[in-house]
């Protein structure tokens, strides 16, 4: 392209290379590989390399005009690649950053001869690791050999065979499906009869099944772990689900970083990943998941994807460090050491986050919009979209989430239309609306203990949904009249909106934010910063706090314009509208003006 640098590439001989998109939006397959994907064409573009994407996908960044230097709206399979590799030539090919689709696609092509038939070179992960982290009776070999634990587990090709490993592991077991996308056919089956239904549907999908040894009641905690070629590697966020296994990470509340390990078993999970991550040879980033005893410090590694995930998403916007443009930059085979960081501009890329904030990711699902689904969530995917929040503690943020899934929710009490017949069912059944049921629960007076022994849901987050209803409990006291200030700096700290004070003291949003406005009770408004404050923060992303003194940036008149977006994900509203959101932006700039998101 005009006016690009020359070709600065470590690896010689890349000047073109074809990036596979997801395809078609789909539940586990939305925005997250957009982004992933436009972040890798940028990194590339900046080593001034050629870049090709394929993807149908009309409604994304990726396959706008300005982006990518040709783009064919073509399926994302072998067939279909395999024409563009004869036509363009691209000397490699990126897998990682279309997730499932893509890393299927490019399994096919390697197996069949398509890339080396092309001279086209997979760069980053190799096929080979990525076949040890999606073949689970290989994932289970390549574990062992270094001593890192997975579930008790087999693979099957028949329904019988998966009637028989049931019977030696003993049931409750889990089915999960090898190459698979959101869980997709995945499972708990309490009885053969249940096992055998799962089994034959999850063979429709695929050719292999894994049935393996359900651990119930175990917490479920995630890695973001970057490598590169010369083998230095780091974690740069851990993230915990609010929900025990058994409930897909899409389908649960996910806090970052994690709030209930101790610190001997943050370190202990951060060591075996690092060493997992290293046998395997990713190479880029990747998600180790673990399911962890909640009262001992055994471990399984559940799985490992080989790409980039929706929690990759989340944990590059979490912590401000750019997943998807390092990884690409590492496939590249340049070293994290060479790389900048892009919050301090400063240091290098080989830093490993530390938050002084927490970020709760909570999904939205669109169920009412169908008749007669099951309301009920497993590890199979139903989840549509879902928002992140930030605060300075977990009710904070926990309660900001719930606003902005935008379904009549004042946040995690004080509200109105969630209406539960048994109280004690919808609480121990994960379902969309779970969480309303257990803050209702401890209202009525069902103690944390009851709650864990039917929920599995950690005593951490159940006493920090505790504090939110004794904070209710004191404002409903103050009914119809003004809240005591320390009463008042109290709720706005743990996250309560003016609206919801105003519900529990039967009084006007406009009453509290007088209120508010007589004592001079704003918030701050303040930066993510990775590094704990060592280094000054230089970044675009900030959030609004009560648990604060002073703002972190200065505001200044500026010729700017505010764009507002489309919020959660939903049906009818989705990744079109961050396209059009960021077209203006892009435009705005380029008229002169600055942007507010």
């Not at 706008?64 to 067939?79: G, M, N, R, W």
């Not at 916007?317 to 390092?326: D, I």
């Not at 009490?413 to 049921?437: H, W």
């Not at 003291?505 to 404050?533: M, Y």
Request: net charge negative.
């Amino acid at each position: 392209m005009p006016g690009q640098p020359s070709v600065t590439t470590k690896i010689e001989g890349i000047k073109k290379v074809l990036i596979l998109g997801s395809s078609a939006l789909k539940i586990g397959e939305a925005g997250e590989f957009d982004y992933s994907g436009s972040q890798a064409i940028k990194a590339l573009r900046e080593e001034g390399i050629k870049t090709i994407v394929i993807n149908p996908n009309v409604a994304t960044i990726q396959t706008s005009d300005y982006l990518a230097d040709e783009v064919y709206f073509l399926p994302v399979t072998p067939y279909f690649v395999e024409k563009v590799l004869e036509r363009e030539k691209p000397e490699g090919i990126l897998l990682g950053f279309g997730g499932q689709t893509a890393l299927n696609c490019g399994l096919a092509l390697d197996r069949a001869g398509t890339l080396k038939k092309h001279n086209c070179r997979v760069l980053g992960t190799s096929t080979k690791a990525i076949e040890d982290t999606e073949d689970r009776d290989l994932f289970a070999k390549r574990l062992a050999e270094i001593g890192v634990l997975c579930p008790k587990s087999q693979a099957a090709e028949t329904v019988e065979q998966a009637m028989e490993i049931a019977d030696r592991l003993s049931y409750p077991v889990m089915v999960r499906i090898a190459y698979a996308l959101g869980g997709l056919g995945s499972g708990v089956c309490r009885t053969p009869e249940a096992l055998r239904a799962k089994a034959e549907m999850a063979l429709t999908h695929t050719h292999q099944i894994l049935v393996e040894e359900y651990l119930e009641g175990w917490k479920e905690v995630e890695y973001e772990v970057v490598r590169d070629y010369a083998d230095n590697c780091i974690t740069v966020c851990n993230m915990e689900n609010f929900d025990p296994l058994g409930i897909h990470t899409g389908e649960s509340i996910v806090v970052a970083p994690s709030q209930t390990l101790t610190d001997h078993e943050y370190h202990m999970l951060r060591e075996i990943a690092i060493r997992t991550i290293r046998h395997l040879g990713i190479v880029g980033e990747c998600n180790i998941q673990y399911a962890l005893h909640p009262k001992s410090r055994e471990y399984r590694v559940i799985e490992v994807n080989a790409r980039l995930s929706r929690s990759s998403a989340l944990a590059s916007k979490a912590t401000g460090y750019p997943l998807a443009f390092v990884a690409t930059k590492l496939s590249l085979g340049y070293s994290l050491h060479e790389l900048p960081n892009s919050i301090t501009k400063v240091t290098k890329a080989f830093f490993e986050p530390a938050l002084d904030y927490v970020v709760v990711k909570f999904p939205r699902w669109d169920l009412k919009k169908f008749q007669n689904v099951s309301r009920k969530l497993g590890s199979s995917m139903k989840s549509v979209g879902e928002v992140m929040a930030i605060g300075r503690n977990f009710e904070e943020a926990l309660q900001k989430a719930c606003r902005m899934l935008e379904i009549g929710a004042r946040g995690v009490v004080c509200n109105e239309g969630f209406n539960f017949e048994d109280l004690a069912a919808s609480i121990s059944t994960p379902t969309d609306k779970r969480l309303f049921a257990v803050s209702q629960g401890i209202e009525a007076g069902i103690t944390v203990d009851e709650i864990y022994r039917t929920a599995f849901i950690d005593k951490w987050f159940l006493y920090k949904i505790q504090n939110l209803v004794e904070i209710a409990k004191e404002l409903k006291t103050h009914a119809g009249k003004d809240v005591p200030l320390p009463l008042l700096k109290e709720a706005k700290r743990f996250g309560f909106s003016d609206d919801q004070i105003a519900f529990a003291t039967k009084r006007t949003e406009n009453d509290i934010f007088q209120q508010r406005e007589k004592h001079n009770l704003h918030p701050c408004v303040k930066q993510i910063d990775t590094l704990g404050a060592e280094y000054p923060a230089q970044t675009n992303y900030l959030y609004l706090t009560y648990n604060g003194v002073e703002d972190d940036i200065e505001f200044k008149e500026y010729n700017s314009v505010l764009i507002l977006g489309s919020g959660a994900y939903r049906i009818g509203c989705s990744v079109e509208f961050d396209w059009c959101a960021v077209n203006a932006g892009i435009t705005l700039r380029k008229l002169g003006y600055s942007t507010v998101m």
